[in-house]
């Protein structure tokens, strides 16, 4: 697609990092949203101080990630794209201390750039809002090098597909209103006690319930299938790489706000019901659906049925929700990455450096696959 070939490396930083990084950024994520998910808010916002404890923050990483930059230095990237703020930090800080020679492309992958994100020394922004790029503007970052692309996701939710063949394809009942129910990759949340809390629904609907590598909970969901009313059909599905059709099966998104499976989601048209979002950049983003017309936002478990009874019984009410995706979503944001980036090799000759540092510059960046 664009002219020879490259060679690509898929890498995890986390995978080259210690086990203790490992740990906090995973499984420490994981238990303080099952288990103390208002401190994780306030975590998220005191942390939300753009340029403030970088030299903490860049030492201890510094201390965890010995593998990450060796890698790097021994791979000599001409490009490197960030989806997460820990390898964009470490590159921009072997950019300063001009240990690499490299392009750092950083991808913000919620709706909103946490301080975390931010980065002294960068080539290109990568952002999902208007919003969001006037916002790192005001912090610094040139705002002429922050491209509106989206999170990106596979470019196969970008092709439109029957939603009734999908639902024939699944063994879903064509006529009944279809919700997606997520918990995410690993399976996380009160997806029993909300599919519970759906037995009251006063229509019937089918519910296609994702349980991700969590095999236990798909177990327990296909017992909740089996006694569940006649109005309620519940479909278990475990980890599954064919989203996109189930998606494009869907009415409704019922879960949580994660920037990937919400800009997947807008990609195919669905409205969202939105049930006690993470606090922290799961609660931002879902800020942004609401203030689009795009989701509903159930904080109470008991209210759960009732909303989504007003909402269903209102059709042009949700066709105008599937149609204000529009506002939010890119389906190409992948592609739109790519070429952003191609076309930027033959016009910006430098590192950008964000107020505060003053570093080296290069040229004839991306020169190797231009």
């Given at each position: ?27 420490g ?17 005191r942390?939300?101080?753009p340029?403030?404890g970088?030299?903490?923050?860049l ?15 021994d791979?000599k990237?001409?490009?490197?794209i ?9 590159i921009s ?9 490299t ?13 975390m994100?931010?980065c ?24 002429n090098l ?14 439109n ?20 129910l997520?918990?995410?990759g690993f399976?996380?949340?009160p997806?029993e ?12 609907v089918?519910?296609v319930a ?19 009313p006649?109005?309620?059909?519940i479909v ?31 990609a ?21 659906l ?9 904080n109470?478990?008991?209210?759960l049925s ?7 019984v209102?059709?042009?009410?949700l ?6 995706t ?37 040229s004839?960046?991306l020169?190797?696959?231009?």
């Amino acid at each position: 697609m664009f002219g020879e070939s490259v060679e690509i490396k898929n890498v995890d930083a986390l995978h080259y990092s210690s086990s203790m990084l490992r740990e906090l950024y995973s499984k420490g994520y994981i238990h303080m949203v099952n288990k103390m998910p208002d401190a994780l808010g306030i975590l998220y916002d005191r942390m939300d101080t753009p340029w403030e404890g970088e030299k903490r923050r860049l030492a201890f990483h510094r201390m965890n990630t010995k593998p990450l930059v060796d890698l790097i230095l021994d791979y000599k990237p001409d490009l490197c794209i960030s989806t997460h703020f820990l390898g964009s930090e470490m590159i921009s800080w072997l950019i300063c201390k001009k240990r690499i020679e490299t392009v750092n492309a950083i991808v913000v992958t919620d709706f909103d750039a946490h301080a975390m994100w931010f980065c002294r020394h960068y080539d290109r922004y990568f952002v999902a809002l208007e919003q969001t790029r006037f916002v790192l503007g005001k912090h610094g970052i040139d705002p002429n090098l922050v491209t509106v692309s989206g999170i990106p996701i596979d470019p196969v939710f970008a092709q439109n597909k029957d939603k009734q063949e999908m639902r024939q394809k699944y063994g879903l009942d064509p006529g009944l209103p279809t919700i997606l129910l997520s918990a995410g990759g690993f399976g996380v949340g009160p997806m029993e006690q909300i599919t519970a809390e759906l037995s009251s629904l006063t229509r019937s609907v089918q519910v296609v319930a994702l349980c991700g590598k969590n095999s236990s909970l798909k177990e327990r969901m296909q017992g909740l299938a089996d006694s569940a009313p006649q109005s309620l059909h519940i479909v278990p599905v475990g980890y599954t790489d064919k989203m996109d059709e189930y998606m494009s099966a869907a009415d409704i998104l019922l879960g949580k706000t994660g920037g990937l499976t919400t800009s997947e989601a807008l990609a195919k048209g669905l409205a969202f019901v939105i049930f006690n979002p993470i606090p922290g950049q799961e609660e931002r983003n879902s800020d942004h659906l609401l203030e689009n017309g795009i989701g509903i936002r159930c904080n109470d478990l008991p209210a759960l049925s009732y909303k989504l009874d007003t909402l269903l019984v209102q059709p042009e009410r949700l066709a105008a929700m599937q149609a204000n995706t529009s506002r939010l979503a890119h389906p190409n944001s992948a592609t739109t990455i790519i070429e952003t980036l191609m076309a930027s090799s033959e016009q910006h000759s430098g590192t950008l450096y964000a107020p505060g540092h003053k570093c080296y510059s290069r040229s004839n960046w991306l020169r190797k696959i231009a």
